[in-house]
């Protein structure tokens, strides 16, 4: 059996395209013919509704799988892209962070269950949607990782709280997880009329050298457009220069992972 690669997409700003990167690169592998699950820890639950699972439809939830209530594998709905499967959350989750402060291996709670679904069934990519903070779901995240992958906003303030994540990244390094990589910084929302945006991304390239993906990801109406039609961007319009970016973001990602495009 190849290696899971287990990819936690975080950075504690909200709104640099954490939930929209995590679902459409699970697309893009899942249509390359890999086998996805996408793990939704944010209690706002955007990945979960982004792949149109309603509230109905989210009866076991990550927080009952965090929390040790439920098995990770009774938690996995389908999604309507082939191949791809999501532990879906609601706003329960909120509750988790101060719940887990008070359990026993409150770091590892996320990395055990990913770890019992591991053996039973395979998946070559997970990806964690992080909630927007440096809490103990993060944490959690990071933990049961062996990849981060950091969606920078193309805007000015970029960089701005990137060291505070950095930081954290290396104290999990340093004690509780000392296999987790950078995968990678992918930036979004470029806009490639603007000077800012190309000035902004010489700006990381030259801070963060070649962890930075070549590929960026475009401001694009169709990706705005497709969550409240509760598919990926790559269902709703697939030849979209959003989806293109994504397309071009998961071969990349296959190659920096050392894994080839052939299930
Ligand atoms: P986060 O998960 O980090 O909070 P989201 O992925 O939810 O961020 O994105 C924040 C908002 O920006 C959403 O409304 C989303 O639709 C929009 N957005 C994300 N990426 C793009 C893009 N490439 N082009 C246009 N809008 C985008
Ligand atoms: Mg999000």
Not at 126 to 150: E, K, Q
Not at 198 to 221: C, F, H, K, M, S
């Amino acid at each position: 059996m190849s290696t899971n690669h287990i990819i936690a997409v975080a950075n504690q700003k909200g709104g640099v395209g954490k939930t929209t990167t995590a679902i459409n690169l699970a697309t893009a592998m899942a249509a390359v013919g890999k086998s996805v699950l996408v793990i939704d820890l944010d209690p706002q639950g955007n990945a979960s509704t982004g792949f149109g699972i309603d509230r109905a439809s989210r009866e076991i939830t990550s927080y009952d799988v965090v929390l040790g209530v439920a098995a990770m594998a009774d938690a996995i709905v389908e999604t309507s892209v082939k191949g791809l499967f999501l532990v879906p959350s609601t706003v329960d989750l909120s509750a988790a962070d101060l719940e887990l402060a008070e359990m026993p291996q409150r770091n590892y709670r996320l990395k055990q269950a990913i770890e019992k679904v591991v053996s039973e069934q395979h998946f070559d990519f997970i990806f964690i949607d992080c909630p927007p903070s440096l809490s103990l779901l993060t944490l959690n995240a990071l933990v049961a990782a062996s990849g981060v992958l950091v969606p920078l906003q193309t805007e000015f303030f970029a960089l701005e709280g990137l060291s505070l994540l950095l930081n954290t990244i290396q104290q999990v390094q340093g004690a509780l997880n000392p296999d987790l990589e950078i995968n990678g910084v992918v930036l979004t929302m470029y806009d490639r009329r603007s000077n800012l945006s190309a000035q902004v991304e010489e700006d990381v390239r030259d801070y963060l050298g070649d962890r930075v993906y070549t590929t960026v990801i475009p401001r694009n109406i169709r990706v705005t457009e497709a969550p409240s039609h509760g598919v990926p961007v790559l269902m709703y319009d697939h030849s979209c220069p959003g989806s293109r970016a994504y397309i071009q973001l998961a071969t990349e990602m296959l190659k920096r992972t050392g894994t080839s495009i052939a299930a």
